[in-house]
């Protein structure tokens, strides 16, 4: 993807949660955003998944600028698969239902076209032993796969996950990063939030740190993890990277 943030600003009251946020990738397929709780990280990844406005600047994806009207807001989510760190699905639905209600009501699919191509999701991800089973006949893991197949069966043009494993115990943990680590050899365009930064280093092509509403530092994962330039980002590491 090429990704263009431009001066994005975001304040909540009084508080100003991104502060000018620039960033212009010319060709990564995947963009690792790491920094501190709070620091503006999910914000920002919930305005380019078209979820929050922001009050100033704006931001183009392979070239196409977003405007901010409802209309190319509904437009744009659209084409974006968003995962979540809490288990997004819908509880009372099977894995299967899971991913064939917004193929169905979104994009228009037939129910029987839903249904293949949700299969055909579910068993990209190993999940077709599962798919009536409802979220909570399912492990953790297993609950973030139905929302990573939901969130590639409708063949987004580009993947969000914000801190997709961190409710997950370590195994899980592992199953769900194998799954991103195959998508990102398939060559898919994502933007990952994570605090795992073993993680963070094997499958980003760019990491931004990102502090205070700013993108701090940012460059390939061998720089920011072995030679960062700025205090902030070398204390940062330093802190996470402890234990
Ligand atoms: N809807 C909201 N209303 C008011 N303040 C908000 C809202 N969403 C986020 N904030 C504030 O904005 C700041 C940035 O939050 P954000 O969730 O983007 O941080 P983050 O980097 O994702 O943190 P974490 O690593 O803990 O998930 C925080 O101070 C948060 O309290
Ligand atoms: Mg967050």
Redesign the pocket.
């Known amino acids: 993807m090429k990704l263009s943030l431009e001066n994005l600003t975001k304040n909540?009251?009084e508080?100003r949660?991104l502060d000018d946020v620039s960033l212009a990738l010319e060709k990564v397929h995947s963009l690792v955003l790491i920094?501190?709780?709070?620091?503006?990280?999910?914000?920002?990844l919930r305005i380019i998944a078209g979820l929050e406005i922001a009050d100033s600047g704006s931001f183009a994806i392979n070239e196409e600028r977003v405007a901010f009207d409802e209309k190319s807001l509904r437009e744009h989510r659209r084409h974006i698969g968003v995962v979540f760190q809490a288990f997004n699905v819908f509880p009372h639905l099977s894995a299967l239902a899971n991913i064939t209600l917004p193929l169905e009501k979104v994009h228009g699919f037939t129910p029987d076209a839903a249904c293949e191509t949700a299969l055909d999701s579910l068993r990209r991800f190993r999940l077709e032993k599962h798919a009536h089973k409802k979220p909570a006949e399912l492990s953790g893991g297993q609950k973030q796969r139905v929302a990573i197949a939901r969130a590639v069966a409708i063949k987004p043009r580009l993947l969000l996950f914000?801190?997709p494993t961190s409710a997950l115990d370590p195994e899980m943990t592992a199953e769900v990063l194998d799954v991103i680590e195959e998508l990102k050899r398939e060559g898919r365009d994502f933007i990952l939030?994570t605090?795992e930064m073993g993680f963070a280093r094997v499958v980003a092509d760019y990491v931004a740190f990102?502090t205070d509403?700013k993108i701090v530092e940012g460059g390939e994962p061998a720089e920011i993890f072995e030679s960062a330039k700025t205090a902030e980002c070398r204390e940062f590491l330093r802190r996470v990277l402890k234990y």
């Open positions: 909540f009251g508080h949660v920094g501190p709780s709070g620091g503006g990280k999910s914000t920002l914000d801190e939030v605090h990102l509403g």
